[in-house]
């Protein structure tokens, strides 16, 4: 099945900077999602992105299904985007569960 | 405001007891799943379901099983509960490839087996 691998596995920031989180992917995929948990655990969508470029306030993602990567751009952090970033993507095209990288630990001080 | 709600947030049980985890969606999505969450092991997939009383097992399906008997809910039973199955579980649902894929989870159950 696909391997799913996330770097960094952890990130200090000062509030304010930039940063990019990096998902590789050993399969071609169709369905590629970030996620981002909360410190009390809860789980939310931030992007369904198989391919190119989304926005969303200040996050972007993108995926370059070709290259087998994608990125999850964090601008002007802020302390409440601390938590785990997961990437996921599903085993096999057409497959409808999800394999989880192993996260991206982010901390943002003020 | 579209939900996937788990019963309960903590759960404290007795090794050996039968447990059932519930999970309720809004969304009439025609995919659920159960995971769960341990650290550094992230998130494995226990099982998911497609449809109505249609099951597939995930990952680490060992000592779960699971009921859809309505499209709006799935639960997981942990037939006896055991000390290794302390773990945070997540229920998500999602509409098929196509339809618009996209994951939504619960909140989490954090369950403790003493």
């Known amino acids: 099945g696909i391997q799913v691998e996330q770097s960094p596995p952890d990130l200090i920031l000062q509030e304010g900077a930039n940063s990019t989180l990096r998902c590789n992917f050993s399969?071609?995929?169709?369905?590629l999602q970030w996620f981002h948990q909360n410190p009390w655990g809860q789980l939310i969508n931030l992007f369904y992105i198989p391919s190119g470029t989304k926005q969303n306030g200040r996050l972007s993602a993108t995926t370059v299904a070709t290259e087998r990567y994608s990125l999850l751009y964090i601008s002007s952090s802020q302390t409440t985007d601390s938590g785990v970033y997961f990437c996921?993507?599903?085993?096999?095209?057409?497959?409808?569960?999800?394999?989880f990288g192993t996260g991206t630990r982010l901390l943002v001080s003020p | 405001d579209v939900k996937v709600t788990q019963s309960s947030r903590y759960l404290v049980k007795r090794t050996g007891e039968k447990v059932f985890l519930e999970c309720v969606q809004d969304?009439?999505?025609?995919?659920m799943f159960w995971y769960r969450q341990d650290p550094g092991l992230g998130l494995r997939l226990i099982y998911f379901s497609y449809d109505v009383k249609m099951k597939e097992k995930g990952d680490i399906p060992e000592g779960y099983s699971v009921s859809r008997e309505k499209k709006e809910r799935f639960s997981l039973i942990l037939e006896s509960a055991s000390t290794n199955q302390t773990s945070m579980y997540l229920c998500?649902?999602?509409?098929?490839?196509?339809?618009?894929?996209?994951?939504?989870f619960g909140s989490g159950t954090r369950l403790t087996v003493v």
């Open positions: 399969d071609s995929v169709n369905n």
């Open positions: 998500a649902s999602s509409q098929p490839p196509g339809q618009g894929a996209v994951y939504t």
């Open positions: 996921a993507a599903p085993p096999r095209r057409g497959f409808q569960k999800l394999v």
């Open positions: 969304m009439d999505h025609e995919n």
